[in-house]
């Protein structure tokens, strides 16, 4: 092993260490020591997503984390399901735009099985075409799923009215085209390009880590990889546009998104305080004013989402087609107020406290540690200690926020995105 490093992070239960650690096979390692309460979570995170695929390869990288649990080392489906469920855990993957994360959480004495059918998955799965093409169709299924849900829907719109890179904006599943035209061949070779040491990330939290890590370490320790694949994207560019779609639902479903800070920037603090001040907790100021005040939505939310190097933030309601002129006004001048007076000392400290109550109750389980590990990890970095997020949020002042605010000012710069009954002809403002 080479380059370890760490540092004292709080963790909700006493204090641990977070260790970052390079194989001479390239992968990653990143563990705690946190206390045992009788259970371990590990995962490997392969850093390949949607936007690795080419227009062609739409879908590869959910299809193919679906596939690897139709057959894998020497367990076919019903082997994998069996073991699952004997291990008695929470056993899954789950795909995003830049990693592929599989992932257990087991009993202590269960936790070598638990790697040992993670590694089947990530390292040797079958991926015959027979099975193939029985999970193309429970794929396409998942496709008309989403296309029902509108969360999903709006979500994918206002990634389209921010985003002009189809590589980013895509969505994740792909298309029915693009599933129904994947090979054996086209699955292999995505396979083969992404899935390998130097292109992963094994974390591990919980009271078999020490023993999980010397696996790893000795099974992963060569051979010697010549460099680690890159891992991290630029910032995809703006459009800043517009998305409407016509469908019968009793809602209109509105979001309004404008670009923010990635999560290693140094407004990141103000924009998250902004953010769940302007729209993310019950006292927030879009959510007493358009459900509480005006009764003119179900829903309301601001949502900030960081990647490494880029950022969004967007305002998502639910409500009928007639409130949305209202609304949107209520909106705007919630923004203009904000971004005039800024916020109350009392909103400054509470929001404070909300949010570092949050992030200490967000390390109190093994899985929870895990998959912050191994999303920094995946920028070969290490997660912020306790006492760094505390120390950031406590510097954010009225100003700050204020600033956060600006890029709000002109609702009509914003992305916009609408869906639900008769929106192509509806008016915002």
């Known amino acids: 092993m080479r380059e370890s490093r760490g540092?004292?992070?709080?963790?909700?239960?006493?204090?641990?260490?977070?260790?970052?650690?390079?194989?001479?096979?390239?992968?990653?390692?990143t563990y705690d020591d946190v206390p045992s309460v009788g259970t371990t979570a590990l995962a490997f995170f392969v850093g390949v997503g949607s936007r690795h695929e080419s227009p062609a390869e739409w879908g590869h990288a959910h299809l193919l984390e679906h596939l690897v649990f139709k057959g894998a080392?020497?367990?076919?489906?019903?082997?994998?399901?069996?073991?699952m469920d004997r291990l008695g855990a929470d056993v899954n993957a789950f795909t995003t735009r830049e990693y592929t994360c599989y992932?257990?959480?087991?009993?202590?004495?269960?936790?070598?099985?638990?790697?040992?059918?993670?590694?089947?998955?990530?390292?040797?799965?079958?991926?015959?075409?027979?099975?193939?093409e029985r999970e193309k169709n429970v794929v396409l299924e998942e496709l008309r799923e989403t296309r029902d849900d509108p969360d999903e829907v709006v979500d994918l719109l206002i990634t389209e009215a921010l985003y002009q890179d189809p590589a980013y904006t895509h969505d994740v599943l792909g298309t029915a085209d693009t599933i129904r035209a994947a090979t054996p061949e086209s699955v292999r070779r995505f396979y083969h390009s992404y899935y390998q040491p130097n292109n992963m990330v094994f974390a591990v939290s919980g009271g078999a880590a020490p023993a999980l890590v010397d696996l790893v370490t000795r099974e992963f320790a060569g051979p010697t990889a010549a460099t680690r694949l890159p891992l991290g994207f630029?910032?995809?560019?703006?459009?800043?546009?517009?998305r409407r779609l016509d469908l019968d639902w009793e809602q209109v479903r509105l979001a309004l998104g404008v670009l923010a800070p990635g999560r290693y920037h140094?407004?990141?603090?103000?924009?998250?305080?902004?953010?769940?001040?302007?729209?993310?907790?019950?006292?927030?100021?879009?959510?007493?004013?358009?459900?509480?005040?005006?009764g003119l939505v179900y829903t309301v939310a601001a949502q900030y989402q960081p990647d490494s190097g880029h950022g969004?933030?967007?305002?998502?309601?639910?409500?009928?087609?007639?409130?949305?002129?209202?609304?949107?006004?209520?909106?705007?001048?919630?923004?203009?107020?904000?971004?005039?007076e800024g916020p109350s000392e009392s909103e400054l400290l509470h929001t404070r406290n909300a949010l570092q109550t949050m992030w200490v109750m967000n390390q109190e389980t093994p899985d929870a540690r895990v998959m912050r590990l191994g999303r920094y990890a995946l920028d070969q970095v290490l997660p912020p200690s306790q006492g760094v997020v505390q120390d950031a949020l406590n510097a954010v002042s009225a100003d700050d926020v204020r600033e956060a605010a600006s890029p709000?000012?002109?609702l009509e710069d914003v992305a916009r995105a609408v869906a639900g009954p008769l929106v192509s002809t509806l008016s915002l403002w």
């Open 234 to 242: 630029p910032a995809p560019a703006s459009v800043m546009g517009e």
């Open 103 to 132: 992932y257990a959480r087991v009993l202590d004495r269960e936790a070598v099985n638990a790697y040992r059918l993670l590694v089947d998955l990530v390292c040797e799965p079958w991926l015959t075409a027979q099975d193939l």
């Open 312 to 340: 969004d933030l967007v305002i998502s309601l639910g409500l009928s087609r007639e409130n949305v002129v209202h609304a949107v006004q209520c909106v705007r001048e919630e923004v203009e107020r904000l971004a005039q």
């Open 266 to 294: 140094p407004d990141y603090a103000a924009t998250l305080v902004f953010s769940s001040i302007l729209g993310g907790q019950n006292s927030s100021r879009l959510w007493q004013r358009l459900r509480e005040e005006e």
């Open 73 to 83: 080392g020497s367990r076919d489906f019903r082997a994998i399901a069996e073991e």
């Open 408 to 410: 709000w000012l002109r």
């Open 7 to 29: 540092y004292t992070a709080g963790h909700g239960r006493g204090h641990g260490i977070d260790q970052l650690t390079h194989l001479a096979s390239g992968m990653t390692v």
